[in-house]
């Protein structure tokens, strides 16, 4: 099973400067929990008022489709240059 990155790298590099920023994901995965268990009793409404137009199963897998694009972020590095400027954004 893949999980989401738990780290995330933010690298601004130029000719003088040099600014590299961590950013640890691993602590908003509790509040993200958090919300879904929130806001499931209102997704299964959705997904009941929804059934009719067939809909439903699209509202119901939102959840798990989010899970499965979050989780293929892991291993993403992202370069970007512009003249003598780079940013770098790394997802560990």
């Known amino acids: 099973m893949n999980y989401p990155p738990v780290l995330m790298r933010l690298g601004i590099y130029s000719q003088r400067r040099r ?6 994901l691993f602590l908003l995965w ?3 929990a958090a919300v879904a268990i929130i806001l499931a009793p209102l997704v299964l409404l959705l997904a009941l008022i929804l ?10 897998l939102s959840g798990p489709l ?9 291993g ?4 970007l240059n ?8 790394s997802f560990k």
């Open 19 to 24: 600014f590299v920023l961590w950013l640890p």
């Open 30 to 32: 509790p509040v993200a």
């Open 51 to 60: 059934r009719r137009l067939r809909w439903g199963k699209l509202v119901l």
């Open 66 to 74: 989010l899970f499965s694009i979050l989780s293929a972020l892991r």
């Open 76 to 79: 993403l590095e992202l370069n």
């Open 82 to 89: 512009r003249g003598n400027r780079l940013l770098l954004i």
